[in-house]
């Protein structure tokens, strides 16, 4: 999809990315003319004041880029309150940490269905990098009904103790930054981003000893070399980002949902353009340059990284499952049941479709469930994966 498929963004966003470009160009500058697509995403995405999540753009939900579960329904936050629940219940004063909470609507829904049940939540914290979305969660958080009495606080760093209870994060590894290669006649190349006077382009380089270690690694798990020609991308940074979350957590439980694969299914031979998805206007493309500052860019998750990095911490992987069978399990059905209203009832069964489709979000978006210090009972109903990781 190239620019001119979008409509032309307004004359202050077309000043941000100006903006944007010139900071970027600087940086590229001063990395001797070239920067990683890890630094590049790095910079578009979360450079103080200038990136796309933290600036001011509309980004989540209507009239912004892209949608994502809590947005669709409160069924999907209610689910997940109703699955955390076994483990909340086993200490006195639970907590919840969610990082990276978008509008604050997940967090909203969970608190506000926690409220209807016995678990009294000592704090529901939010780790979140945007400042701008700690506006928003606060405004939407704002809104609950006066009952709800639970602790909110935004955290600039996590618990020096560790909370007891749960930790949740829906879309967030996807909006990680990730490193790109791309395989020449068995050399592994490094994609990145220089300047060609004004004009941004994509350039390659020879892939650093830690992409490249990285990538064998994968190779070796897969059982297979990438051929010429293949194109994909690596978290090389993800088990510090793990650490730096695990810290929060001192027993518990751990959910990440969000679109991915298992290694295997990640690199496999059609896969050959890799995983990179951008969104822009609500409409999904692969062109992570098009307006630097104004567009998302994210890749679907290797669960089995999530996994390893887990077990390296000392997690158990209590399960993976597709995220329509995590919900269903959560009685979100019986909650559609109970709603005396025809038309919101009929509203309810429309955004569920959308939660539940195999080719929508249904069999795309994967959970993760891992435990810390804690023995938690197998979710009941649930079609288990985890012998594909
Ligand atoms: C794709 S959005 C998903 C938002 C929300 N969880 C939802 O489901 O609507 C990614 C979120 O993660 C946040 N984020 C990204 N990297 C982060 C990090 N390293 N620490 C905390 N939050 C982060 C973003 O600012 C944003 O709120």
């Not at 969610?98 to 914290?125: P, R």
Request: charged letters at 25%; hydrophobic letters at 35%; glycine letters at 6%.
């Amino acid at each position: 999809m190239s620019k001119t498929e979008f409509e032309k963004p307004d004359q202050e966003a077309l000043n941000h990315t100006m903006l944007v470009q010139e900071h970027l160009k600087n940086e590229v500058n001063d990395h001797e003319g070239w920067l990683s697509f890890y630094n590049f995403m790095n910079f578009v995405l979360y450079k103080p004041t200038l990136g796309y999540y933290t600036s001011g753009t509309h980004k989540i939900g209507l009239g912004g880029d892209f949608t994502t579960a809590p947005e669709i329904s409160k069924l999907f936050g209610i689910a997940i309150a109703n699955q955390l629940l076994p483990a909340l219940r086993k200490y006195k004063k639970p907590s919840i940490l969610e990082v990276g909470a978008g509008s604050g609507k997940l967090a909203f829904d969970i608190i506000n269905q926690l409220n209807n049940t016995n678990v009294e939540l000592d704090h529901y914290y939010i780790l979140e990098i945007s400042g701008d979305l700690k506006d928003r969660q606060k405004r939407t958080l704002s809104q609950l009904p006066n009952k709800n009495q639970v602790k909110i606080r935004w955290l600039n760093k996590l618990p020096e103790e560790g909370i007891e209870g749960a930790i949740i994060a829906n879309e967030v590894i996807d909006a990680l930054p990730f490193e790109r290669f791309k395989i020449i006649d068995n050399n592994i190349l490094q994609i990145g981003i220089t300047y060609e006077g004004s004009q941004l382009i994509e350039k390659e380089k020879v892939a650093s000893p830690l992409l490249r270690e990285a990538i064998k690694n994968v190779e070796k798990d897969i059982g297979r070399s990438f051929d010429t020609g293949f194109v994909s991308e690596i978290q090389v940074h993800f088990e510090d980002w793990f650490k730096s979350i695990d810290k929060g957590l001192k027993s518990g439980i751990a959910l990440f949902i969000d679109y991915g694969y298992t290694r295997k299914d990640y690199y496999s031979l059609q896969k050959d353009n890799g995983n990179m998805i951008c969104h822009f206007q609500n409409k999904a493309h692969i062109d992570p340059y098009i307006y630097p500052g104004l567009q998302d860019i994210s890749a679907s998750i290797d669960f089995s990284l999530l996994a390893d990095s887990a077990f390296n911490l000392g997690y158990q992987v209590e399960l993976y499952c597709h995220q329509s069978d995590f919900l269903m399990s959560g009685d979100i059905l019986a909650f559609i049941d109970s709603e005396s209203d025809d038309k919101e009832r009929i509203r309810m069964n429309q955004q569920i479709k959308q939660l539940f489709l195999p080719n929508i979000m249904g069999e795309i978006f994967k959970c993760m469930l891992l435990s810390k210090n804690c023995n938690i009972t197998h979710l009941e109903g649930v079609k288990d994966l985890r012998h594909m990781l």
